[in-house]
């Protein structure tokens, strides 16, 4: 039920990609899904699609896990699929009344959602693949130049760290409050939307006030081992590039400049 | 008590209120994380009884009990309460959570009315009663657990720690489940309101002639106020035996990560020296009957 939603959901591992350096993956990451959106061919297309399925296989996360990472964005592509297939002008196939369906608009319409698809599938690789520290942990470095202009990098990320950090503990209480209402007789299931939101009433009370209770515990636990921001402040673990995240780097780069070679002068199988 | 646990299971058989049939549950099926929670369960809780659950942590014992009030779906296997295929009819299945009242770990942070009262009413109210049946049902359920009637128009968020797990424990006894599952209900409380809970429990039962499932760490909790006792170990059943039966095998418990009743231990210990003890020995109150057996009787051996 609820612990089957996966935002943030990290499966340790030893291989390849669990090993590179949180920044690099963040970094690798944006480039990928440059990489996706400056494809607009279908050899492009190959190239972007064969590295997602290389990084999946080299890393051991199951293809089932794309399947779960998309569930949530279903309506989103079907949404932009139809816009796209009534909506873009071009050779009619098919024609009734004002509706109209061009070439132009399903080739449109088929490359948009893979596109969304792909995207979706990659971004979650990175979250799969690496635990919410490392990853909180990368983009506060990535982001330290900011620290320059009085920009709170630290604190954000603390935020965030926090926050992911808290997304499990919440869900499980939501579940374990669900249940206990649940054993009482509550009615979560059925009736109409008042009713529903009524019934929420019971779950959403403990909750707000169990969160409350564990910031204010975070907090003075956090006071009593000394917390005072970020001044100061150093790190157990180091990140340090390696040769991976070196190959990784040039691997991507020859990619994308290949995708832009293609663009340019392949002119078969464009959209 | 002990002898009538004793009863059902050396031959006759009172009904089973709770049955289940290969019951398993497996948790986060297909991913790495794959666990099986309970495998395999068949086991029989006789009406009426009081029966103790241990098993040290992860032994399946909270997934077991949320299988009884159909709050988990058994992967595969069956569950009967008072005979009926709990998940046979779906649209029946609060009426199955009636009759099989469950009390969750820390219970009182499931709280969430104005009032103690409406708190209470939560659950005779979901079942549909007229109002006099629900102001009578939890009137009669802070009296058994022991909650002065003028907190009933206070906010459970002003009581102490003590006083809201009553709260919470009172509002599922309101529903009169037949069965009534507790889970660890006395995690985090002083001895004395341990005791004092766990003795209104008792009491409860007695009076009510319900059956009573009692999830806890307490060795002595148990061999205190149960009649039998389910051991589970790595999900599966180990035990399911009187409490004699059950705790005269110290070694076997002790082996699992858990152990008997410290009375207990101690006859034991002294049996094995060779004192003419019996180690069935339970409570501190069978202790000192022992003892003072022993002594009068002049033979203490060694001494």
Not at chain 1, 89 to 111: E, R, Y
Not at chain 2, 272 to 291: E, I, M, Y
């Amino acid at each position: 039920m609820l612990k089957d939603i996966t935002i943030g959901q990290y499966f340790p591992g030893e291989s390849f990609v669990h090993k590179l350096d949180p920044r690099m993956k963040i970094v690798l990451t944006i480039a990928y899904v440059v990489m996706l959106f400056l494809t607009n061919n279908v050899y492009g297309f190959i190239i972007s699609v064969g590295f997602l399925v290389l990084s999946y296989s080299i890393s051991r996360i199951s293809f089932k896990m794309i399947l779960k990472s998309l569930k949530p964005i279903v309506p989103i592509i079907l949404f932009t699929a139809i816009l796209n297939l009534f909506f873009v002008n071009g050779d009619p196939l098919f024609k009734w009344w004002v509706i109209s369906i061009s070439a132009q608009g399903v080739k449109l319409a088929v490359f948009m959602s893979l596109r969304v698809i792909f995207l979706i599938a990659g971004t979650s690789l990175l979250t799969y693949t690496t635990s919410p520290i490392e990853l909180t942990d990368g983009i506060e470095l990535l982001l330290s130049p900011l620290k320059k202009v009085k920009f709170p990098v630290h604190e954000l990320a603390m935020m965030m760290t926090i926050a992911l950090r808290f997304i499990p503990t919440l869900i499980e209480e939501t579940d374990k409050i669900m249940s206990a209402q649940k054993a009482r007789g509550a009615d979560l299931e059925s009736g109409g939307i008042v009713q529903r939101a009524k019934a929420l009433i019971p779950i959403l009370i403990p909750l707000f006030i169990s969160a409350f209770r564990r910031a204010e515990e975070l907090a003075l636990a956090m006071e009593c081992r000394c917390y005072h921001g970020d001044e100061g402040r150093t790190r157990m673990k180091q990140l340090q590039y390696s040769w991976r995240d070196a190959f990784s780097f040039i691997l991507i780069s020859v990619l994308i400049i290949t995708v832009i070679l293609i663009n340019m002068f392949i002119k078969t199988g464009s959209f | 008590m002990r002898g009538r646990a004793n009863e059902a299971i050396g031959g006759i058989k009172l009904p089973a209120i709770i049955r289940t049939e290969g019951l398993t549950h497996v948790y986060s099926e297909g991913t790495p994380f794959r666990k099986v929670a309970v495998g395999n369960i068949n086991l029989e809780i006789e009406q009426g009884g009081f029966v103790g659950v241990i098993g040290h942590t992860g032994s399946g014992k909270s997934t077991l009990i949320q299988h009884f009030n159909g709050l988990l779906k058994p992967t595969s296997g069956k569950i009967f309460v008072d005979g009926v295929d709990i998940w046979e009819n779906k649209q029946d299945m609060r009426k199955v959570r009636f009759d099989v009242g469950l009390v969750f770990q820390y219970p009182e942070y499931q709280l969430f009315e104005e009032t103690v009262y409406k708190d209470i009413a939560f659950g005779p109210k979901n079942m549909g009663l007229s109002e006099d049946e629900v102001d009578k049902r939890v009137h009669d359920a802070v009296r058994f657990v022991g909650v002065s009637q003028d907190l009933l128009e206070k906010s459970p968020f002003e009581l102490s720690g003590g006083q809201k797990r009553r709260v919470a424990i009172a509002g599922v006894i309101a529903m009169e489940p037949k069965v009534l599952i507790l889970d660890e209900p006395t995690a985090g409380l002083d001895p004395k309101g341990r005791d004092k809970i766990l003795s209104q429990i008792k009491e409860y039962h007695e009076q009510q002639q319900n059956t009573v499932l009692l999830v806890s760490h307490s060795m002595e909790d148990v061999a205190k106020f149960a009649s039998s006792v389910l051991v589970m170990n790595n999900a599966g059943i180990y035990a399911h035996d009187s409490i004699q039966n059950v705790f005269s095998r110290v070694d076997e418990l002790e082996k699992m990560g858990l152990s008997a009743p410290q009375i207990t231990k101690v006859f034991y210990k002294l049996k094995q020296k060779g004192f003419p003890v019996d180690s069935d020995v339970f409570s501190v109150k069978d202790a000192k009957n022992q003892l003072q057996k022993m002594l009068s009787r002049g033979d203490s051996g060694k001494c």
